[in-house]
């Protein structure tokens, strides 16, 4: 009998304890939450630290793990703040902590060697050098957005030995993630919060929960030479390809991300049960479930033509 | 260098030929954007090459910008645009993305690295890790302030390049918004991206490039100069790619006669007829970005500044 393969582990979103216990429930391997104040994410989306250290002890109880998102760009004289924050949830056995900023990255890793980093998402990573890059830096792990391909994981984990993490359940902006501050060209203010760090609402990668008001999901008109062409929305849409997850699998992949900390609970376990599923039928050799995407509300058809310049 | 440095981004040898280049110290060459730019010159080596030599013929400074999202297909590409730079004695590079610095500070030990917008250095930290892979200068990420990039320059000893005027970079994406118009509009790509194409809400508006949104309104620092100066910043951009050659000509025409007139201890005034040259070049308006601390949009200074339909 052929031996189950290696399989990547599947790292859900929690922005609650219960959608935390419904993810294990689910089979998911990790979890990752948000601390109030250093996370970007909806309103709904974050622990605050007795929240967080239930949330690791029913891990650790479990055998799974929690990672931080610490995602937030901390400003210069925030930086000890977090760090310390860190030092003591790693002591609660936090697992790993998710981040943005490159020197914020090199810090930890050095203050901090025993915890785990993640490149985020924010960090906008996409090619092999980028990988390396942050395995230069001491990332543990960093995160590609869903819409690389497969190729292009075997590549990069043919080239680097950081841990690949793909956000195959997201959102697909226009913008890459972490390149945008639409948001705050429009709309940005300061915003106190009582004893918590001053947050800039309206950007993105220091604004923290709520900062993105989503302008692309509203209405514009499209004006050429001065008059009305359309009126639309910035391209978007969901992506969660269950049903070719078994490619992924089989380039390498470390960690299978799912995104959506405002998701609620019973979601969370809907999307988690369901990749696990198909992830546990790659590793006894099975075809995935060919309509699996339709349970996760995504699909992996093309994008279309009309809006990529590849092959032109 | 002199005093100070006046620098601008052109595309293509198309729009370098019809450039008059004579009020700027240095061109970056090449779309951060598309490959697919029309002739873009990160596409085209040889046209790269003749580039750098008709810039460093005219006595300016030559770098070489490099793509702001390049996925692993892109990555030959952008190998053979830094040999062609190397090659061609290029001054510098221009990285927006981190994988590609460590391709230059990897296979190109000897060459600035000037760090790009897209980059997002953020902080004195962010900015020091990328001064050991070989950055000699930075673009802060758009959104911080003055404050804060000063206090990146003087905790890190590396000089910002600030965008001084022109509409700021506000996201880049891995697709076209315009190609679906492709099929009822007269015009194609790669001429689509060049149209005036403002997306508009209320009083909001930006500018679409295809793969790039930039702001609706220009960046104008034109009555903070004599403070850009006293802070210690001598490294200016005026954003053209997507302008015409005399925006491109008009514009550093006013700013290098501004910041000669700044260096110098002037108090930064400048005549009307200036100002009615700046409002000719405006689509819709006027902005600060965030150097003060303030919505990207707005405007601080001492002129008032009406929002122009476009």
Not at chain 1, 19 to 33: L, N, R, T
Not at chain 1, 182 to 198: C, I, K, T, V, W
């Amino acid at each position: 009998m052929a031996l189950p393969k290696r399989c990547a582990k599947l790292l859900a979103p929690a922005g609650n304890l219960e959608a935390a216990k419904q993810a294990f429930q689910a089979g998911a391997d990790a979890v990752y939450v948000g601390l109030r104040g250093w996370s970007r994410g909806g309103a709904r989306g974050e622990f605050d630290r007795e929240q967080l250290r239930l949330c690791i002890e029913l891990a650790h109880a479990l055998g799974k793990k929690v990672q931080l998102a610490a995602n937030i760009i901390p400003k210069p004289q925030e930086r000890q703040q977090l760090l310390q924050e860190l030092a003591e949830l790693a002591g609660w056995g936090l697992h790993a902590v998710i981040l943005n900023d490159v020197g914020f990255l090199r810090e930890v890793r050095r203050k901090l060697p025993g915890l785990a980093i993640t490149a985020s998402i924010g960090c906008g990573a996409l090619n092999t050098s980028d990988a390396l890059f942050y395995q230069d830096l001491g990332a543990t792990a960093v995160v590609l957005p869903g819409y690389v391909e497969p190729q292009e994981i075997a590549a990069v984990k043919a080239k680097a030995s950081i841990q690949i993490e793909v956000m195959l359940h997201m959102v697909q902006e226009f913008i890459q993630l972490g390149k945008c501050w639409m948001p705050s060209y429009l709309n940005f203010a300061a915003a106190e919060r009582g004893d918590q760090p001053q947050r800039l609402s309206g950007s993105v990668k220091r604004g923290g929960v709520g900062s993105c008001f989503r302008i692309c999901q509203q209405p514009w008109s499209l004006l050429k030479d001065g008059v009305e062409a359309d009126r639309r929305l910035f391209p978007s849409r969901q992506i969660s390809p269950v049903a070719e997850l078994g490619a992924f699998l089989d380039a390498g992949v470390d960690v299978i991300k799912i995104q959506g900390r405002s998701l609620p609970a019973e979601m969370v376990g809907a999307i988690i049960g369901t990749y696990r599923s198909a992830a546990d039928a790659w590793k006894c050799g099975q075809k995935a479930d060919q309509k699996a995407d339709q349970k996760t509300n995504g699909n992996r058809a093309a994008l279309p033509v009309m809006w990529t310049v590849q092959g032109r | 260098m002199g005093p100070f440095e006046l620098n601008t981004t052109i595309s293509n040898l198309r729009n370098l030929r019809e450039s008059d280049l004579s009020a700027y110290d240095a061109v970056y060459l090449g779309n951060i954007y598309c490959r697919i730019y029309e002739d873009n010159f990160l596409e085209r080596l040889d046209d790269l090459e003749e580039g750098i030599a008709l810039v460093k013929g005219q006595g300016l400074r030559a770098y070489v910008t490099s793509y702001a999202a390049p996925r692993n297909d892109v990555l030959p590409k952008v190998q053979k645009a830094l040999e062609t730079a190397a090659a061609a004695g290029a001054d510098a590079v221009e990285v927006h993305n981190l994988g590609v610095l460590r391709m230059v500070h990897e296979q190109f030990p000897g060459m600035p690295a000037h760090i790009g917008g897209f980059a997002n250095v953020y902080t004195d930290a962010g900015a020091e890790v990328l001064k050991e892979y070989g950055a000699v200068r930075f673009t802060p990420n758009y959104e911080i302030s003055l404050d804060e990039v000063r206090a990146i320059t003087s905790g890190v000893g590396m000089p910002a390049e600030l965008v001084v005027h022109g509409k700021m970079p506000l996201g880049v994406s891995d697709y076209c918004f315009l190609l679906e118009y492709e099929k009822n509009w007269p015009e194609k790509c790669p001429t689509l991206c060049q149209k005036n194409l403002f997306l508009k809400q209320g009083d909001w508006a930006m500018r679409s490039v295809g793969k790039g949104v930039l702001s609706g309104k220009d960046v104008c620092m034109l009555e903070h100069l004599p403070a850009l100066i006293a802070a210690g910043h001598n490294v200016f951009r005026i954003e053209a790619a997507y302008e015409t050659p005399a925006y491109r000509l008009n514009i550093a025409q006013i700013y290098r006669a501004a910041l000669e007139q700044a260096a110098a201890g002037g108090d930064g005034t400048v005549d009307e007829s200036t100002w009615n040259t700046i409002r000719e070049h405006t689509a819709v308006g006027l902005c600060n970005g965030f150097y003060f601390g303030r919505t990207g949009a707005e405007y601080v200074g001492k002129r008032m500044q009406s929002v122009v339909a476009c």
